[in-house]
């Protein structure tokens, strides 16, 4: 009885211990992976729900106004991977850091203790994001929405920050709409200002998930077309989206990750990873795409 | 039977002590709109032992008779050294025990709240009280206006109660007149009028205010 129980337990374990061997992450030639003074770092982050490992352990450096793309399969752990950054989730274990500095940790007289309220506020400040579902204010008008965190937060001058807001509704295409309430535009409208209000706050890096999977799919042309135009504007501000849009990612990326079963399994720039994909992985998930274009 | 010169002759005394029945309703219900709030937040703080002791008292309070805590306000307080008119110990006894239920009211009106909108106020980076004030709680009173105006409508129902611990309002007036002149079918209909005058309109405003609040959209437009 006891030995078989052991053996039972021994290849229980050697079975979790396979699979939490890390993947040799695979990286394209001539792509930019390190850098000498990154703006955002992970060192080994794992991040768990209850029982769900979902990050494993990711190791990431982002640059000053990079353009990165990431990429995964549905539930692959992308947009875990960048809430983080936004302090909406807490890492399991693993370092983050922005501009050197440590993200969920702080100095306090000579110990490293964890990040109180002051700390994340400041390093918050240094990142905005653009969410799936928009999450404008409902209550606020176009304007209001795009006006309230400058003012508030940054404490701008409220002509200032009306003028601001104006200037850049007006590259979203929206300056027509600005007393206009959010229930009262349509899906690529709501999500246009709601890019208008995170880049107003003039964020060092721009967190944009799946920001077009919500639209119905005549909205998403407009939607794309303004975020390319604000990409190419906005060379210093470094922007990580999540995306299926391979053909805009092509477009405006500096580099893509694939992101496959907790892990970044391969990286590069964006010609090379979406033609000359190594990994039966990412290949299997590029030809999918390619399929659902052909339909 | 019925006196209309009886009638005349004492409705404006019963008018008068309408008067001190109004200044309990709105005293007492802006003290419980306040309270109510300060509850929800102590129930929804971090710090176990804030937090459930604050459930314990609210419960404990809502559980139990308004009467006794009148009662209990108005004889124990003193021996605290801490005398006040009947008519703030009143007010004081109204507005705590509808603190608990508009406390229920905000909780709901709260939690109805998208998650997403806490979210979208993080990624702006909002203070935790800029959060509050700016984004939830505007979207978490509007909602709940017709439930407050329907406790607003059973509180003021409820100050007779005070009568008990010898506010003169106008149940207590009412009785007073009537053993005066004893005669009471005239003064205790004029009080079931008066109530009656303010509780009904009041209570078609709220369900007007229901309708209209159901879709924001049209609000707006
Ligand atoms: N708050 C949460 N609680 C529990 N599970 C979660 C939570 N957020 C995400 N998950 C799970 O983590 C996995 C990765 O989610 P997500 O990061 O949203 O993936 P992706 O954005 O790549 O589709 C999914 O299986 C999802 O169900
Ligand atoms: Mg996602």
Redesign the pocket.
Known sequence: MESADLIIKTARKSKIQKKDIKPEMIVHEGTLTTFDNPLVKYINVKKN??E?Q??KGIDLEVGYGEKLTII??????????I?MLMTL?KPSSGIMEIEGESLWTMKKNGKTVPADEAHLRKMRSKVGMVFQQYNLFPHMTVLDNCTIAPIKVKGMDPEEAKEQAIQMLKRVKMSDKINYYPNQLSGGQKQRVAIARAVLMRPKILLL??VTSALDPEMVGEVLNVLNEIAQEEKEMTMIF?THELDFAREISDRIIF?NEGYILEQGKPESILNDPKSERLQAFLSRFKENRNL | MWSWSFTFKVLPKLLSAAKITFIATILGFLLASILGLVWTFLKRAKIHWISSSATAIVEFIRRTPLLIQLFFLYYTLPSFNIRLPALTVGIIGLGLHYSTYLSEVYRAGIEAVEKEQWEAAKSLNFTPYQTWTLVILPQAIPPIIPMMGNYLITLFKETPLLAAISVVELLQQAKIIGSEYFQYLEVFTLVGIIFFIFSYPSSLLVQYLEIKLKNPAEKRM
Request: no cysteine.
């Open positions: 729900f209850g769900l979902v990050l995964g399969s549905s539930g692959s752990g992308k947009t875990t991977l809430r989730e998930d799946e999540v992101i």
